[in-house]
């Protein structure tokens, strides 16, 4: 399957600062990166879909102001958590798809956020 | 809104017999359906795809769709330790070729020794 490249793949960082976490497709052009959150033992949750060059379509309820997207390219997703607080620590996990490649949603390797 | 539905377990077989984990959904026209493995702090991986009636066979994994009901299974035949994980099973949200996929749940699988 496809490969997508997520990191850092741990972080730690003080509350109030931001953290950026890169989300790269090696191996297709990725038109479409979700990005997800995943608290112990639960499911993934949908936090956004990114198209490339467009605005991030968040799902209700994910404040847009703290959790920043950009796909500025068909290779390149980022997400930054600004104002990190301990309840946003989680792990979060990208995944990429492409147009014409099925439906099928391949993940990177998810990163493990804890804000102290 | 289509909704994917599991038990969420966990499910206990003992090493060597076959573990079957099943899941049900909303969308009668849904087309083609996905299972991910999700080991423990780590992301899932896709295992199967499926995408029309009857069985797919891969390996020790064997996926098998029944539109009519509305249901997908995942059959693991001679289970190992190293089977023991998360499953999820997933379907496309909408129709276009980069829909978010909707997850169920998960079912927690412990395969026994």
């Known amino acids: 399957g496809a490969v997508v490249s997520q990191h850092p793949s741990r972080v730690i960082c003080k509350s109030g600062t931001s953290v950026k976490i890169e989300c790269r497709s090696l191996?297709?052009?990725?038109?479409?990166m979700f990005w997800y959150r995943q608290f112990p033992k639960q499911s993934l949750m949908l936090m956004a879909t990114?198209?490339?060059?467009?605005?991030?379509t968040y799902e209700q309820g994910v404040e847009k102001d703290k959790f920043l997207i950009n796909h500025a390219s068909l290779t390149l997703s980022t997400l930054t958590v600004t104002s990190a607080h301990p309840e946003d620590s989680s792990f979060y996990i990208c995944?990429?798809?492409?147009w014409g490649a099925g439906t099928e949603a391949f993940f990177g390797q998810g990163t493990r956020l804890t804000v102290v | 809104q289509k909704e994917v539905e599991q038990n969420s377990g966990p499910l206990s077989v003992p090493e060597g017999a076959i573990a079957s984990l099943n899941c049900t959904y909303s969308?009668?026209?849904?087309?083609?359906f996905f299972w991910y493995r999700q080991y423990s702090g780590k992301s899932p991986e896709l295992i199967m795809s499926i995408y029309s009636n009857g069985d797919k066979e891969d390996g020790r994994f064997t996926a098998q769709l029944n539109k009519a009901s509305q249901y997908v299974s995942l059959l693991i035949r001679d289970s190992q330790p190293s089977d023991s994980a998360t499953y999820l099973c997933?379907?496309?949200?909408?129709?276009?070729?980069?829909?978010?996929?909707?997850f169920g749940s998960g079912t927690r699988l412990s395969i026994r020794p």
């Open positions: 990114s198209n490339e060059g467009s605005k991030a």
């Open positions: 997933a379907a496309p949200g909408s129709y276009s070729s980069a829909s978010k996929i909707i």
């Open positions: 191996d297709f052009q990725a038109t479409t």
């Open positions: 995944s990429g798809q492409s």
């Open positions: 969308d009668r026209v849904s087309q083609s």
